[in-house]
Nanobody, 124 residues
Framework: QVQLVESGGGLVQAGGSLRLSCTAS????????VGWYRQAPGKQRELVVA???????NYADSVKGRFTISRDNAKNTVYLQMNILKPEDTATYYC??????????????????WGQGTLVTVSS
């Protein structure tokens, strides 16, 4: 099954850290960028950070200096290290990527996928 699976969310106190993971299954990341987005209750989904296959990153101003994105192509995984968390970082975090399908009837096709989301709650 082609999908993105996120993990690593949870409840943390302000000032704490979490590391999120996004793993592609049944596929590999294409040469397009992989992005982490977040959506807080009552707000629109927003881009947190994206990383290209070459490692170029683009961070939202609100997370610069606190969040770090990285990718391990061998593991088909992208990570989001979140430090100095603030209550305003509370949201469901989603991974988004264009995947190259590696098995099944869709082998060789490209699919854009969103993960199911992982909830991050930062208490004050």
């Amino acid at each position: 099954q082609v999908q993105l699976v996120e993990s690593g969310g949870g409840l943390v106190q302000a000032g704490g850290s979490l590391r999120l993971s996004c793993t592609a299954s049944g596929s590999i990341f294409s040469s397009n960028a992989v992005g982490w987005y977040r959506q807080a209750p009552g707000k629109q989904r927003e881009l947190v950070v994206a990383i290209t296959s070459g490692g170029t990153t683009n961070y939202a101003d609100s997370v610069k200096g606190r969040f770090t994105i990285s990718r391990d192509n061998a593991k088909n995984t992208v990570y989001l290290q979140m430090n100095i968390l603030k209550p305003e970082d509370t949201a469901t975090y989603y991974c988004n990527a264009r995947l190259l399908v590696t098995g099944g009837a869709l082998t060789g096709k490209y699919l854009e996928q969103w993960g199911q989301g992982t909830l991050v709650t930062v208490s004050s």
